[in-house]
């Protein structure tokens, strides 16, 4: 029975999986832990809105949980030492240099991570690998882990290492993690993977915990997100098409969502996808194929990130066109900076390229997001120049020759077009790369209408 948890890495995954685990887990202690101490002081802010990750619903669990069997802390050696069962959630960012450029992850800060396991770990320890993985790292960790296996002053020290892949998806974690369609556990132990079963069994029917092989596990991870990013160049795709004809992508995207092999989810025509998963996820997939030989599968699912990238370049390109051919201090609104609805996370979000773009084109950029701040823009777009952040939609369209939404906020579905056509730059366009603006009420305010999918 496991009766204390530490998970290494308090971001968006594993910080909203922990504080859900402590909810439905009175019994068991969680502490997450950090390096970053600005991040786990956010953590334990006293005013719940200030969390260092925004999530629909996540204030109300930490608040039940934080001090009685939720922590934050920065004592890595401590709550490893205390624990039963690790996760190992760092970040595995795509690598910027060296072999795999461009395409492997990072391996730098699980290897890191896992090492400290090794050291601080007392009498036996389940480590559970959380972040998203490229195949066979589970093999990396547990190399690492058994070479400290043995015994030691304190009593012997032992592991077994279970992979257990996160499906959660921001903006919809807490509801996610509270009713997940599967939960994933991979492993070769069967008592290591039957105790996290049982952790999970606390909330989740029988039928829905899947126990794999650890490759299986790692792969079903990769295999999920690149089918799902899949669908949105293939939607995007066919949103091109419709562009130059007159067809709708909306209505093609019922039509075929109605035919139950298909399904109607996933299927939103936009500025491509963005977001800390699909694209390093590929990417990895397309490394791994690579290596063992498979270059045709490599370039399959290559091509889905390919698409992606001129999805948003093309974007940017017809607005330039749109706007006489030149957006030279010409200014644009841009509603939504996030990568998706209802989070702060702007990881790979479409808007760095297509604002990249624009910035290129000399365009002055008033941007808006309900949830991002300033500094992350600034970091995200690499510049504090040809940019202001701007505070509601309306300041944003204030002088304004378009504004051009990236974000599927829900407020943006209800804005009030005339005011914002009255204080805008004539002609005047809106550019709705989510369809999810009143485009009638925006061409009745007197403003020109494009829209993503629309011919
Ligand atoms: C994704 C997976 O859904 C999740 O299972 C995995 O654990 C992590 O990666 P996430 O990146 O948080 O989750 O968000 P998701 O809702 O999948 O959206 C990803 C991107 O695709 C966003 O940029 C979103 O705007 C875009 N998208 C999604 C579309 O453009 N159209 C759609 O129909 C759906
Ligand atoms: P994810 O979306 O996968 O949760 P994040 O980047 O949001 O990724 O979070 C990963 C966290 O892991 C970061 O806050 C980072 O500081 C933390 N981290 C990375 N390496 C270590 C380590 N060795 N010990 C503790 N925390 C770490």
């Not at 039963?84 to 450029?101: E, H, Q, R, W, Y």
């Not at 090492?115 to 490229?134: D, F, M, N």
């Not at 939607?235 to 969502?257: F, W, Y």
């Not at 773009?357 to 040809?386: C, F, H, M, N, R």
């Amino acid at each position: 029975m496991i009766q204390t948890i530490c998970c290494i890495g308090a971001g968006y995954v594993g910080g909203p999986t922990m504080a859900v685990i402590a909810d439905r887990c009175p019994q068991i202690q969680v502490t997450v832990v950090d390096l970053n101490q600005a991040r786990i002081d956010a953590w334990n802010d006293p005013d719940l809105s200030q969390l260092p990750v925004y999530e629909p619903g996540l204030d109300a669990v930490v608040g039940r949980c934080r001090g009685r069997n939720l922590h934050f802390s920065t004592a890595v050696d401590a709550a490893i030492a205390a624990a039963d069962m690790v996760f190992l959630s760092v970040n595995t960012p795509t690598k910027t240099k060296g072999i795999g450029a461009g395409q492997a992850s990072d391996l730098r800060w699980i290897e890191a991570s896992a090492r400290q396991v090794a050291a601080a770990a007392r009498g036996h320890t389940i480590v559970v690998e959380k972040s998203t993985l490229p195949v066979r790292t589970a093999a990396v960790i547990r190399t690492i882990l058994e070479a400290a296996e043995g015994d030691t002053p304190s009593g012997r020290k032992s592991f077994d290492v279970l992979s257990n892949p996160e499906f959660l998806a921001e903006g919809t974690a807490i509801g996610d993690l509270e009713a997940p369609d599967r939960v994933l556990i991979g492993g070769e132990q069967p008592a290591a993977i039957e105790a996290l079963a049982q952790i999970y069994g606390h909330w989740v029917p029988a039928e829905r915990i899947l126990r794999t092989n650890v490759w299986s596990s790692e792969l079903s991870k990769l295999t999920a997100n690149a089918f799902l990013a899949q669908r949105i160049s293939s939607i995007n795709s066919i949103a091109a098409l419709c562009e130059a004809t007159e067809a709708d992508v909306r209505e093609v995207a019922r039509a075929i969502g109605a035919d139950s092999r298909i399904g109607s989810k996933f299927l939103k025509a936009g500025p491509g996808f963005g977001g800390s998963c699909f694209q390093k996820d590929i990417l990895n997939l397309v490394y791994l194929c690579r290596h063992y030989g498979l270059s045709e599968v490599a370039a399959y699912w290559e091509s889905v990130v390919n698409l992606n990238a001129w999805q948003q370049h093309r974007i940017s390109a017809l607005l330039v066109q749109r706007l006489f051919g030149t957006v030279t201090s010409k200014r644009i609104a841009v509603l939504g900076f996030a990568f998706k609805a209802d989070t702060n996370d702007t990881r790979e979000t479409p808007a760095i390229r297509i604002c990249g773009d624009l910035l290129e084109e000399g365009a002055q950029l008033a941007i808006y997001d309900p949830k991002v701040s300033a500094a992350q823009i600034a970091a995200d777009l690499g510049t504090s120049e040809g940019w202001q952040m701007v505070d509601a939609p309306l300041a944003a369209a204030q002088g304004a020759d378009a504004v051009l939404v990236l974000t599927e906020w829900q407020q943006f579905a209800q804005l009030d077009w005339r005011p914002l056509a009255a204080v805008m730059r004539q002609p005047a366009w809106l550019f709705d790369a989510r369809a999810i603006c009143d485009a009638v009420a925006a061409r009745a305010a007197g403003l020109k209408v494009w829209r993503v999918g629309e011919g």
